[in-house]
T-cell receptor, first 114, second 113 residues
Framework: DQQVKQNSPSLSVQEGRISILNCDYT??????FLWYKKYPAEGPTFLIS?????DKNEDGRFTVFLNKSAKHLSLHIVPSQPGDSAVYFC?????????????FGKGTKLSVIP | DAGVIQSPRHEVTEMGQEVTLRCKPI?????LFWYRQTMMRGLELLIY????????DSGMPEDRFSAKMPNASFSTLKIQPSEPRDSAVYFC???????????FGQGTRLTVV
């Protein structure tokens, strides 16, 4: 059973507009969440993270929102740029388990159209 | 720092052959992870090490898979014998023990024919 779900396999957005990528999780023990970006033929690269004690974290054009009651998080990219076109993975961890392994969603492919 | 280094980048082998994938983590990182990416299952954690000790290998699909970390700067993932269904991209990642942001290598694309 998937504990981290990204229900949209793909998303297309016009350059300059907002991109919103969504992620849902089922494990209530998850307390740390991350977004990774992946270009073809490269490994995932860390983008932004959020702890469960916060509901928002912002880094430049990227903002992650966390709704613990809904077990939902989202990544907002504003404004979207063609270079943002990539696959975005949501990941979660349970730091209280004493390990630091990440559980990933299957990814959402973002295409930013010039 | 050069980041996490994996070798080879591509490997094509015949069914039944032994395959060894290699990884050099970022210097100073305590944790090392092996992931497999397939279209059907996405990114799956196979095994991870903390301070060179295997902590959780529950993701290793079968006994044909084994992983070692003889020292802090080197790890291997071995498949013996390999099968066509093992074809995937295998990623190695490392992180500081206190943090969860793992840094990934570029991956090894394995094709078993």
């Amino acid at each position: 059973d998937q504990q981290v779900k990204q229900n949209s396999p793909s998303l297309s957005v016009q350059e300059g507009r907002i991109s919103i990528l969504n992620c849902d999780y089922t494990n209530s023990m998850f307390d740390y969440f991350l977004w990774y970006k992946k270009y073809p033929a490269e490994g995932p690269t860390f983008l932004i993270s959020i702890s469960s004690i916060k509901d928002k974290n912002e880094d430049g054009r990227f903002t992650v929102f966390l709704n613990k009651s809904a077990k939902h998080l989202s990544l907002h990219i504003v404004p979207s740029q063609p270079g943002d076109s990539a696959v975005y993975f949501c990941a979660a961890s349970d730091s209280g388990a004493g390990s630091y392994q990440l559980t990933f969603g299957k990814g959402t492919k973002l295409s930013v159209i010039p | 720092d050069a980041g996490v280094i994996q070798s080879p980048r591509h490997e094509v082998t015949e069914m039944g052959q032994e395959v060894t994938l290699r990884c050099k983590p970022i210097s100073g990182h305590n944790s090392l992870f092996w992931y497999r990416q397939t279209m059907m299952r996405g990114l799956e954690l196979l095994i991870y090490f903390n301070n060179n000790v295997p902590i959780d290998d529950s993701g290793m699909p079968e006994d044909r898979f084994s992983a070692k970390m003889p020292n802090a700067s080197f790890s291997t993932l071995k498949i013996q014998p390999s099968e066509p269904r093992d074809s995937a991209v295998y990623f190695c990642a490392s992180s500081f023990q206190e943090r969860t942001e793992a840094f990934f290598g570029q991956g090894t694309r394995l094709t078993v024919v």
